[in-house]
């Protein structure tokens, strides 16, 4: 059974720095696609950023120059450091798995920056 545990999330003033934690357990031993979505009430859910199992990084445009994906392959894990939050940047945050054509979610990290 594959499952992504996020964490990381909570409540921060606008400029301030989280760090969010994607861990993959089960039957996923191979470098894979990885990324972070996040999904604000009343909104579509968006990318904000995935690293392929090359290491190709993508961001969206609204978070590039302030949030940084990276993996641990040792441990199975993605980050996503985020700074100089803002107040639209509050959203539940999902990390996503790409395995053999299938897609698999996390329970999601509730982020809230105040302004």
């Known amino acids: 059974q594959v499952q992504l545990v996020e964490s990381g999330g909570g409540l921060v003033q606008a400029g301030g720095s989280l760090r969010l934690s994607c861990v993959t357990s089960?039957?996923?031993?191979?470098?894979?696609?990885m990324g972070w979505y996040r999904q604000a009430p009343g909104k579509q859910r968006e990318l904000v950023a995935d690293i392929t199992s090359g290491g190709t990084i993508s961001y969206a445009d609204s978070v590039n120059g302030r949030f940084t994906i990276s993996r641990d392959n040792a441990k199975n894990t993605i980050y996503l450091q985020m700074n100089l939050l803002k107040p639209e940047d509050t959203a539940v945050y999902c990390c996503?798995?790409?395995?053999?054509?299938?897609?698999?979610w996390g329970q999601g990290t509730q982020v809230t920056v105040s302004s």
């Open positions: 996503r798995l790409v395995f053999l054509r299938k897609d698999y």
């Open positions: 089960g039957n996923v031993y191979s470098m894979n696609t």
